[in-house]
T-cell receptor
């Protein structure tokens, strides 16, 4: 079983739709949580960090439930330019002195916003 | 451009050959990471440097793989005796400090024929 599991895709939605991505993680020692966006054949880029209190950045809202080990991302009023793969990412201290901060990625969910 | 750069961007090699990739991190970043991404999967951690010290290696990194960061600036990843299963995108990332955002380079796409 993968440490970070995401919804299988692809998600095909019309412009203006609201779309939700879900993610679960298995390591209760996970410390930090993120959503990354990856365009086709490009590198991943940080979309937003995820905090226990929930956080919002424009049309994007991220939620974290530590008890259920569950992370979500909500995109409202989706745009054509939102089409990409969304990667759920966790970190936990490990390795030398607990300072590695390596990113552990889910497999990603492909979003295709249709005109 | 002051982002992370990687060279080459694409590499096609025959099975059994050795290949070497280079990563130039953002200049003031002391942490450098290598990841590997195969089709349909998220990136997987390979190894990590703090300055010139290699502090962690994934068990994914077999004996055929070696990474260096000799002066704490650029890094190289070498794969010896390549196998078809090594075909993947090799991504480099750098960050300023523990917990700092990791910035990824454009990757080197390796195809082993």
């Amino acid at each position: 079983r993968k440490e970070v599991e995401q919804d299988p895709g692809p998600f095909n939605v019309p412009e203006g739709a609201t779309v939700a991505f879900n993610c679960t993680y298995s390591n209760s020692a996970s410390q930090s949580f993120f959503w990354y966006r990856q365009d086709c054949r490009k590198e991943p880029k940080l979309l937003m960090s995820v905090y226990s209190s929930g956080n919002e950045d424009g049309r994007f809202t991220a939620q974290l439930n530590r008890a259920s080990q569950y992370i979500s991302l909500l995109i409202r009023d989706s745009k054509l330019s939102d089409s990409a793969t969304y990667l759920c990412v966790v970190t936990h201290w490990g390795g030398y002195g607990g300072a590695t901060n390596k990113l552990i990625f889910g497999t990603g969910t492909l979003l295709a916003v249709q005109p | 451009d002051t982002g992370v750069s990687q060279d080459p961007r694409h590499k096609i090699t025959k099975r059994g050959q050795n290949v070497t990739f280079r990563c130039d991190p953002i200049s003031e970043h002391n942490r450098l990471y290598w990841y590997r991404q195969t089709l349909g999967q998220g990136p997987e951690f390979l190894t990590y440097f703090q300055n010139e010290a290699q502090l962690e290696k994934s068990r994914l990194l077999s004996d055929r793989f070696s990474a260096e960061r000799p002066k704490g600036s650029f890094s190289t990843l070498e794969i010896q005796r390549t196998e078809q299963g090594d075909s993947a995108m090799y991504l480099c990332a750098s960050s300023l400090e523990r917990g700092g955002e990791q910035y990824f380079g454009p990757g080197t796409r390796l195809t082993v024929t």
